[in-house]
Each structure stands twice: as structure tokens, then as C-alpha cells.
């Protein structure tokens, strides 16, 4: 169940706080604040903050207003009033207080810039935002486990990884949503609008054509090019699994593990589990698993099927769960209930992070489950690419490195994982928080150091000189 928090601006006038309550929290509410607006003789006027289930909502409020004694005055959604008007801005770096600044920051001045980067376009690099500044993309078509939602509606989401990028790894990110979901279109709009990023994360762009515009862009253009919804959370995966392994006391190399939703973010997530060790896939979409030796359309499947480690017994996904070690999901809500991980093998491990809703509710997963973590963060063990990208892009900035390969992939699960000491981690620990300090600094070392060794490092940071 979704969770939103409400503040609900009453006026008391025959009635006590604690009837309020009471009637709050009888339909299923949490008051997490109250706030006195005014008081006077024999009235209040206070804003309540209300944590709610979206099926509780509507009933909280009803109830409130059909109190005698109270008026329910306005009811607002906190987390829309967090979107109003956006969540981010651009700001300038230096005033412009005179004519002198005007003239250095813009025409006379700033012809003599443009023409050392047109005699040298390195120079971009130091004399404009480029060093610095990534596009966060998407068409709209995969947004979150919303589906196609199109490029407007996708916003709020870009907004909020550019504030992510932001705020954990002073990366400049800007949203942008593309009206068109033609392959071809795309490839061709972010190539034309390259020249002034030094990055591009690509977000929720449906698969199949996310692989081949992903792979067209790093061909064709010589900045990072990172698809975040497949490796952003592949890599935040095998962070968890190590980590959740190490809790079970289970090798990579003997654990049988189901991933179903066979997407952008499952494809990734099978084939970073197939590098670092795993001999027993199944994964799984909507028609059942791919097998070994079986015939698929999409060219990501059939690579699947090719593949040694991906078994070849057919199954439903509630069939071939039984006995897994690992489940992961990537697909949508509430595919599987308690009955299902319970067949698991021993000790099992759910990692279900289709988001806003995962594949199971963790109130019952939970019962059932050694270690389970979800997406979200408002449970123990979020699995989330946000873990990822910042650290990933300050790393690949700094060393100004021309792509993100996938030994670079690999350092950053390891330094996510080496975040969690041996002696913090347990069921409720295997993933650090995204606001650990930590994470951002050893993601960024991590990936740096092995551009350098893998050699697409166009710089070396002074820190590594
Ligand atoms: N926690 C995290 O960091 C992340 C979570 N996700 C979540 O994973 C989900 C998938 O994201 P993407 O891979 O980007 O989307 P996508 O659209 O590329 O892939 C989704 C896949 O799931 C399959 N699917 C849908 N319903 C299914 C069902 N009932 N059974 C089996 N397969 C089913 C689809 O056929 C498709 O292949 C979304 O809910 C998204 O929010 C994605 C990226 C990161
Ligand atoms: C977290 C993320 O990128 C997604 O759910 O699509
Ligand atoms: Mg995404």
C-alpha cells in the first residue's frame, strides 16, 4: 500500500484534541505532527500531519468533517505541495552587478571564449557547465512501474534524480523529457544536444529499445552514456546480494535465483549475475521462464537462452520460485503472496523492487523470508539505483571518462557492499542508506580507479595522482 501524508487545517471549537485523535486514528491514520496556528478563548485553529494508506485517505477526511465541533478548514497532500512549481532551478555562479561583469560574463567578453573553444573543444571542459553537468532523459514510456505514462508526466521523476544527483554527488543534472518514442528520433535528439553535457543518464525508457539506443549513443558519442533503470540497478543488486549472502552463509556459485521481469532492469540484472558467478538463472517474463534452448524474439532473451546457467525446465514464475535461493523482481505489484516464498529453499532472500508497489507486500513476505528488501524508503534494505548513480557520474566526471564499462559496473557494487561492515551487517542491514556519507566518496574512488586501469580515463584526478 502507498503511504501519503496529509495536513489537515481544523478549527476546534467544542471538542477535545484527543476526540480528534481518536476518530484519526479509527480510520486508520497516523498524526505524525500538530502545529498550533492560533488560539483564542474557546477556539484553535492547528494543522494536523496525518501519515495515511491511499485507501484511508478519502475515509480520514470524511470522518474529520462529519465531527460536530470542528471545521475542517483545507487538507493538503504533502507530497504535492513538494512539487509545486518543480523541484529544482538553475542558479547562476556569479552576480552580474555592473556593466563591467555584464560585459565579461556575456557580449564583448564571452566571444573571446567561444573562440578558444571553437580553435580547441576540450576547452569545454573547463570553460563551460560540461565538466559538470549531466541530462537525465527519458521518453516516458517505463516510468517507474507506472508503464507508459509519456514524456510529461515522466517530470517529476527526472526532477527528482537531478535533485538526487544533486544533493549526494554535486552533479549538475538536467531533466529532460522527449516527446517521441522512436528509437531512431531519440538517438538523433540526444546526439544534437550532447555537445554541452559530460554525461547522459538515460531513465525509464522501455525495453526492448532501450538496449539499442543505449549502445547506438555510447558508439556514436565519446561522453558516458548510462542506462540507469538497467545498470544503475544491477549494480545496487549484486551490492545487496553479496552483502545478503555473506548474512545466509551462501556462495554465488551455488545459489539458484529467479528474476522475473525480463526488462531493462532484468536483463542487466542477469547478466551482472552471470559475471560474478551465479550457475543457476531462471529468469523469468510475462509467457513463463526463458529456457535454455528455446526460441525467443526479443535478441536479450535469446542471448538468455544461450547462455549455460540459464536453466531449462519451462515454469510459471509461482512453479519455478519453489526452491530458489534468490528471488529478484523487476516486473509489477503483487505477483506473489506468502504461500509462494514459502516454498522457497532455506534462508531465502527476496529482493522485490517494482516501484511504487513491489512484487509482494512485505507484511507478508516478511513472515516468511530470511532477507527481503523492496525499492522504497519507507522499509529496511532499499535496493534502489539511487545508491548508484550519483557516485557513479561524480566518479565518471572527475576522470573525465569516455564511457562506463563493466568493470567499473563491478568496483561500484563492491564499494557499495564494503559499506556495510562485517560487524553492522544483518536481515535489516545489507544495503547502506543513500544518505551514508560513505557511499558516494568509495563508489566514486571505486570507479575512478579502475577508468584508469581499464584505461578510459581522460584524466587523472588530482586525489589519484
Ligand atoms: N528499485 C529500483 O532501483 C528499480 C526498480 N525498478 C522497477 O522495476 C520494474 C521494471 O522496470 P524496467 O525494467 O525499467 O521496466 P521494463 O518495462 O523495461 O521491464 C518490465 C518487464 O517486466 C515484465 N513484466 C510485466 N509484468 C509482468 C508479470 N506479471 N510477470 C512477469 N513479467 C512481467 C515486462 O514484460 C517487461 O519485460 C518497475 O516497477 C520499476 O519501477 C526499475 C529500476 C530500478
Ligand atoms: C528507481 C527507478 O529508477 C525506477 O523505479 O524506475
Ligand atoms: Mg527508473
Request: charged letters at 25%; one cysteine or more.
Amino acid at each position: 500500500m502507498a503511504y501519503n501524508s496529509l495536513i489537515a487545517r481544523v478549527e476546534l471549537t467544542h471538542v477535545s484534541f484527543g476526540e480528534v485523535a481518536s476518530v484519526i486514528g479509527k480510520a486508520g491514520g497516523d498524526i505524525i505532527s500538530i502545529d498550533v496556528i492560533s488560539s483564542s478563548g474557546d477556539s484553535s485553529v492547528r494543522d494536523i500531519t496525518i501519515e495515511v494508506g491511499d485507501s484511508e485517505e478519502q475515509q480520514v477526511v470524511e470522518n474529520l468533517k462529519a465531527m460536530s465541533g470542528i471545521k475542517v478548514i483545507n487538507v493538503s497532500d504533502r507530497t504535492f505541495l513538494s512539487h509545486l512549481g518543480g523541484k529544482v532551478s538553475v542558479e547562476s555562479k556569479i552576480p552580474i552587478k555592473n556593466r563591467d561583469d555584464l560585459s565579461r560574463v556575456y557580449t564583448p567578453g564571452v566571444a573571446r571564449v567561444c573562440s578558444a573553444i571553437h580553435e580547441d573543444e576540450r576547452k569545454a571542459y573547463s570553460l563551460t557547465i560540461k565538466r559538470n553537468t549531466v541530462a537525465v532523459i527519458s521518453d516516458g514510456s517505463a516510468v517507474l512501474g507506472l508503464g507508459d505514462i509519456g514524456a510529461l508526466a515522466s517530470a517529476p521523476v527526472m526532477e527528482g534524480k537531478a535533485m538526487l544527483f544533486k544533493q549526494l554527488g554535486d552533479v549538475d543534472a538536467f531533466p529532460i523529457c522527449l516527446d517521441t518514442q522512436d528509437t531512431e528520433e531519440i538517438i538523433r535528439t540526444i546526439k544534437n544536444i550532447a555537445p554541452i553535457f559530460g554525461g547522459i543518464n538515460l531513465e525509464d525508457i522501455s525495453s526492448p529499445r532501450c538496449f539499442e539506443i543505449e549502445e547506438r549513443l555510447t558508439k556514436e558519442l565519446d561522453i558516458p552514456v548510462f542506462h540507469d533503470d538497467q545498470h544503475g540497478t544491477a549494480v545496487v543488486v549484486i551490492a545487496g546480494l553479496l552483502n545478503a549472502l555473506k548474512v545466509v552463509g551462501k556462495n554465488i556459485e551455488d545459489i539458484r535465483v529467479v528474476v522475473n521481469g525480463i526488462g531493462a532492469a532484468g536483463v542487466a540484472i542477469c547478466k551482472m549475475l552471470l559475471s560474478a558467478g551465479v550457475k543457476r538463472l531462471v529468469p523469468v517474463d510475462f509467457e513463463g521462464a526463458i529456457i535454455h534452448g528455446g526460441e525467443y524474439s526479443y535478441p536479450m532473451w535469446q542471448w538468455l537462452a544461450e547462455q549455460e546457467q540459464v536453466e531449462s525446465q519451462p515454469g510459471t514464475l509461482k512453479e519455478v520460485i519453489q526452491d530458489a535461493d534468490v528471488f529478484i523482481g523487476v516486473s509489477r505489484a503483487g505477483l506473489l503472496n506468502g504461500e509462494d516464498v514459502e516454498k522457497m529453499a532455506a534462508d531465502p532472500i527476496v529482493f522485490a523492487m517494482a516501484n511504487p508497489n513491489p512484487e509482494i507486500a512485505p507484511e507478508e513476505a516478511l513472515k516468511h523470508v530470511r532477507v527481503f528488501a523492496t525499492g522504497r524508503s519507507d522499509y529496511p534494505n532499499q535496493i534502489n539505483n539511487v545508491l548508484v548513480f550519483p557516485g557513479i557520474y561524480r566518479g565518471a566526471l572527475d576522470c573525465r571518462a569516455s564511457l562506463i564499462n563493466e568493470p567499473m559496473k563491478l568496483a561500484a557494487a563492491r564499494a557499495i557492499a564494503s559499506v556495510v561492515t562485517d560487524k553492522e551487517l544483518n536481515e535489516q542491514y545489507i544495503i547502506p542508506s543513500i544518505f551514508n556519507e560513505h557511499v558516494v566518496e568509495k563508489v566514486r574512488d571505486a570507479v575512478i580507479e579502475t577508468a584508469i586501469l581499464t584505461g578510459v580515463a581522460r584524466r587523472i584526478p588530482p586525489d589519484f595522482r
